[in-house]
């Protein structure tokens, strides 16, 4: 159990390794591929129970995520908990900021995050949005046939559509009266015809009528009627000949505040025939113009305040429109975006403590960021080192060796090149009157002392000289003795805090004076 745990824990840190990138750096598609194929067939033949087992016991699970971004309100930054190794996709919310295109976030290390990239502790992003760069598309005039377009804009970056362009009808032809030419014996003549003033395309074509060629042609009359704009009726006559077309020798009628719809034919009985465009004459006509009253709208005035132009946004001048067709009466142009206006957000240098950031760029109007700041690792300490000349030792003052110190750590180092680091300790020079005397001296001086005092036991024919010379030898070593060990206690104990030495010093001097009251014994009973 234990090797199938540790196989699966060794293909999620593969998978997760080559997910993250080494070394900060995203790895490619084949990198990825082949670790991914590998772990899965390490994890393929196990059981959910063994992945669940697996699971609970492979330490922490959840992780911290940051995501940052500028919003409707200010700066938003937000701490989320996933799990250990998820999708960041999947609990990433989609910002929405007006006129802003959300793009997607983005890591600390510049990569854009996808479907593919895992969570981790610590990680941070930043919402990358896209700010459309307004580009006029021109308008294109309406002409008589052919319909126009309204001014419109585009992204220049991205190619959306920011103003759509809308339609303008066609003008429709400005006829005038191409007027009648009557044929003689010799010459032909035409019929009336139209063309537009604006664009000069022939709408009526002028027919060719033949020569009368000196014979009598049959003539008939034609009557006409309409009513005038005050409804008064207005007739006239024009003659046509027999196999003519009647529309030939019609007028044009024009009449204010009516359209007009066709000629009809009114026979003696009023039936009513409409006049064609291939009707010919054949007698006597009387026609009679049908015309129409077009449906009257009113606008009604509504004055609208002009919106100033934004960065990203369109404005319009102050204006007026019908409150209810909603056509524009006056005024109401466009004002086209402004754009944004720059500013640099300085560089923030990282220090071997402190993160730092690398210059970006916001909106000095808006506010909007234009070039997210990236975050820039904490440096690598590098020490600084000074060199500290060397304080010799006194008899009563400890010196110091010289030694190289770094400005930023305090560390202590023996050479420039700080590859052999120092105690504190290790810099100290002792003071010259602090030099300690082998504690192993003293019990051999004892000793000694002791065979001496002990003499007389055996040479009991000299007593008084040798116990005088003991006593005297005696009374010297003590007093000498007495002195070493004051001068050593003087000399080691207050600047050492060493009592060895003294204790050494006391215990001889006992010995010393134990040997003077066994000899002065020897003698008092002898």
Same mark, same amino acid.
């Given at each position: 159990m234990k090797s199938r745990m540790l196989k699966k824990v060794t293909a999620m840190l593969i998978v997760g390794a080559f997910a993250l990138g080494t070394i900060g750096t995203a790895a490619t598609a084949e990198e990825v591929a082949a670790p991914e194929t590998e772990a899965v067939e390490m994890l393929e033949t196990e059981t959910a129970e063994e992945l669940l087992e697996l699971n609970e016991g492979a330490g922490e699970t959840e992780c911290?995520? @940051? %995501?940052? %971004?500028?919003? *409707? &309100?200010? #700066? =938003?930054?937000? @701490?989320?908990?996933? $799990? !250990?190794? !998820? !999708?960041?996709?999947? %609990?990433? $919310?989609?910002? !929405?900021? @007006?006129?802003? =295109? #959300? +793009? &997607?976030? +983005? @890591? *600390?290390?510049?990569?854009?995050?996808?479907?593919s990239t895992a969570a981790y502790d610590g990680m941070t992003v930043a919402a990358v949005f896209h700010t459309h760069k307004p580009s006029v598309v021109p308008g294109k005039e309406a002409t008589c046939t052919e319909p126009g377009l309204t001014e419109g804009s585009v992204c220049e970056t991205c190619g959306e559509i920011l103003t759509a362009q809308g339609g303008i009808p066609a003008k429709g032809h400005d006829e005038e009266i191409l007027p009648r030419v009557e044929p003689t014996e010799t010459e032909t003549g035409l019929t009336e015809g139209k063309k537009c003033k604006v664009c000069g395309i022939v709408t009526v074509e002028q027919q060719v009528i033949p020569a009368t060629g000196g014979e009598e042609t049959e003539t008939y009359t034609v009557t006409y009627a309409y009513l005038d704009a005050e409804q008064n009726l207005v007739t006239g006559t024009v003659p046509v000949r027999k196999g003519q077309l009647v529309l030939e020798v019609l007028p044009t009628v024009s009449v204010e505040g009516k359209e007009f719809q066709h000629w009809v034919i009114v026979d003696d009985e009023g039936n009513k025939e409409i006049v064609t465009d291939s009707m010919t004459a054949n007698g006597n006509l009387y026609v009679s113009a049908v015309m129409k009253r077009p449906s009257v709208h009113t606008h009604t005035p509504v004055e609208v305040d002009g919106v100033a132009a934004t960065c990203t946004q369109d404005g319009r001048n102050p204006g007026t429109i019908c409150g209810e067709c909603g056509d524009i009466l006056q005024g109401m142009e466009v004002i086209p975006a402004k754009g944004h206006t720059e500013e640099v957000i300085p560089e923030v240098p990282a220090t071997e403590k402190e993160t730092g950031l690398t210059e970006g760029k916001k909106c000095s109007v808006c506010g909007e960021i234009l070039k997210v700041q990236e975050v820039i690792p904490v440096l690598e300490h590098t020490h600084q080192l000074s060199f500290v000349d060397g304080v010799p030792a006194t008899e009563e003052q400890d010196g110091t060796a010289a030694h190289y110190v770094c400005s930023g750590c305090g560390k202590l180092f023996a050479d420039s090149g700080a590859s052999q680091e120092l105690s504190t300790e290790d810099i100290v020079i002792k003071a010259v009157g602090k030099t300690e005397e082998p504690e192993t001296e003293e019990p051999e001086t004892e000793e000694s002392e002791t065979e001496e005092t002990e003499e007389p036991e055996t040479e009991e024919s000299e007593p008084e000289t040798k116990g005088s010379e003991t006593e005297k030898g005696g009374t010297s070593r003590s007093d000498k003795n007495s002195n070493s060990a004051a001068s050593s206690d003087q000399d080691t104990s207050p600047n050492t805090g060493d009592n060895t030495n003294v204790f050494g010093w006391l215990f001889a001097l006992l010995a010393s004076g134990a040997a003077v009251v066994y000899v002065l014994k020897k003698r008092i009973f002898a």
């Amino acid at each position: 159990m234990k090797s199938r745990m540790l196989k699966k824990v060794t293909a999620m840190l593969i998978v997760g390794a080559f997910a993250l990138g080494t070394i900060g750096t995203a790895a490619t598609a084949e990198e990825v591929a082949a670790p991914e194929t590998e772990a899965v067939e390490m994890l393929e033949t196990e059981t959910a129970e063994e992945l669940l087992e697996l699971n609970e016991g492979a330490g922490e699970t959840e992780c911290h995520v @940051t %995501y940052c %971004y500028n919003g *409707e &309100g200010g #700066f =938003v930054s937000e @701490t989320i908990t996933v $799990p !250990a190794g !998820a !999708a960041v996709l999947d %609990y990433l $919310p989609t910002p !929405a900021v @007006t006129g802003k =295109v #959300f +793009r &997607g976030w +983005r @890591t *600390e290390a510049g990569v854009m995050v996808d479907a593919s990239t895992a969570a981790y502790d610590g990680m941070t992003v930043a919402a990358v949005f896209h700010t459309h760069k307004p580009s006029v598309v021109p308008g294109k005039e309406a002409t008589c046939t052919e319909p126009g377009l309204t001014e419109g804009s585009v992204c220049e970056t991205c190619g959306e559509i920011l103003t759509a362009q809308g339609g303008i009808p066609a003008k429709g032809h400005d006829e005038e009266i191409l007027p009648r030419v009557e044929p003689t014996e010799t010459e032909t003549g035409l019929t009336e015809g139209k063309k537009c003033k604006v664009c000069g395309i022939v709408t009526v074509e002028q027919q060719v009528i033949p020569a009368t060629g000196g014979e009598e042609t049959e003539t008939y009359t034609v009557t006409y009627a309409y009513l005038d704009a005050e409804q008064n009726l207005v007739t006239g006559t024009v003659p046509v000949r027999k196999g003519q077309l009647v529309l030939e020798v019609l007028p044009t009628v024009s009449v204010e505040g009516k359209e007009f719809q066709h000629w009809v034919i009114v026979d003696d009985e009023g039936n009513k025939e409409i006049v064609t465009d291939s009707m010919t004459a054949n007698g006597n006509l009387y026609v009679s113009a049908v015309m129409k009253r077009p449906s009257v709208h009113t606008h009604t005035p509504v004055e609208v305040d002009g919106v100033a132009a934004t960065c990203t946004q369109d404005g319009r001048n102050p204006g007026t429109i019908c409150g209810e067709c909603g056509d524009i009466l006056q005024g109401m142009e466009v004002i086209p975006a402004k754009g944004h206006t720059e500013e640099v957000i300085p560089e923030v240098p990282a220090t071997e403590k402190e993160t730092g950031l690398t210059e970006g760029k916001k909106c000095s109007v808006c506010g909007e960021i234009l070039k997210v700041q990236e975050v820039i690792p904490v440096l690598e300490h590098t020490h600084q080192l000074s060199f500290v000349d060397g304080v010799p030792a006194t008899e009563e003052q400890d010196g110091t060796a010289a030694h190289y110190v770094c400005s930023g750590c305090g560390k202590l180092f023996a050479d420039s090149g700080a590859s052999q680091e120092l105690s504190t300790e290790d810099i100290v020079i002792k003071a010259v009157g602090k030099t300690e005397e082998p504690e192993t001296e003293e019990p051999e001086t004892e000793e000694s002392e002791t065979e001496e005092t002990e003499e007389p036991e055996t040479e009991e024919s000299e007593p008084e000289t040798k116990g005088s010379e003991t006593e005297k030898g005696g009374t010297s070593r003590s007093d000498k003795n007495s002195n070493s060990a004051a001068s050593s206690d003087q000399d080691t104990s207050p600047n050492t805090g060493d009592n060895t030495n003294v204790f050494g010093w006391l215990f001889a001097l006992l010995a010393s004076g134990a040997a003077v009251v066994y000899v002065l014994k020897k003698r008092i009973f002898a």
